[in-house]
């Protein structure tokens, strides 16, 4: 059975529309990345599934239960925010055992266990032995896995992650992404991690909901959102993205009536727009569908080199990834072919 259903949700601000209808199921054991720019609505939405915030419409249901009828304890959540929530004056120990120790009596281990239990999870977030030190003495990186361990102290139906790592260097981010992702493989915990950023969300979910504007424009693999977005946001959002308008013409996209990309299932005919990443461009020597350009700039783009090819009738010139391809020169007259295009309905 689904783990957590949520069902047509709206969350109004005032008069604004935070989430305007967002309905989701997230299995038992998944860990679901919610992706989108600031202001799209994730913080509210993690909120409302916590509990913190009151839906106008729709519901959650954890299982069978709709989330109304639990109280904010009932419902077990583990929450980790942005901002380091831990309480500078408790030790570690005494943070990850906040959980615990707060339950009432007849539900509250007894101490010895308690300590058993902080050292198990110190164990787990590979930081065993940390218990008498005081966030001040922790690196950033120390203290997201330190509020990760509280989180589980409670063994939280549903672990709800909000931009954990936001405020991270970028090298410690990418580290704790990997050791996220072991630590959810080992421990299996429902989770929604929220971030606005498209790298991290591929790399760690099993499956991403992209939100815009306080609606889910898709929920997929990460290999499905990105080969295949649903819409031009998702598209641009997840990566970078050539754009040619184009008319499709039977099976076949024409960019100024010189076709460019062809075997296209579309059999609605007319203008279009034309999304292409950097890597499905390809230089050629020849071929039957290519578009002549000039190459006008080189650059780095991470691990890849780039070329940016000024296309006569294009206002942009187009982002070239080079990977292997033997680098043009600047001023160099080349063909490019698309290998792979995500073709929208003209706006
Ligand atoms: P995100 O986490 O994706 O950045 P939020 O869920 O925090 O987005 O906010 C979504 C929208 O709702 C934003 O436009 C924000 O300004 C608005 N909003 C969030 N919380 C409140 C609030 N308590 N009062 C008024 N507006 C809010
Ligand atoms: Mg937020």
Redesign the pocket.
Known sequence: SVAVSIESVEKR??N?P?LRGVSLDIQPGELVALL??????????LRVIAGLEQAERGRVLFGETDTRELTLRERRIGFVFQHYALFKTMSVAENIAFGLKSRPRAERPAPAEIRKRVSDLLELIQLPGLEKRYPSQLSGGQRQRIALARALAIEPRVLLLDEPFGALDAKVRKDLRAWLRQLHQRTGHTTVF?T?DQEEALELADRVAI?HD?RLEQVGSPDDVYDHPATPFVCQFLGDANHLPVKVVGSQAFFQDRPVLGGLRQNQGGPASLYVRPQHLRIVDDAPLALPGVVEHLRRNGPLRRAEVAVEGLPKRLDVDLASQVAPAIGERIRLRITHGNLFAAA
Not at 36 to 45: D, E, N, Q, R
């Open positions: 601000f005032q604004f935070a989108g720019p600031s202001g799209s609505g994730k913080t509210t939405l929220v606005h939100l306080g």
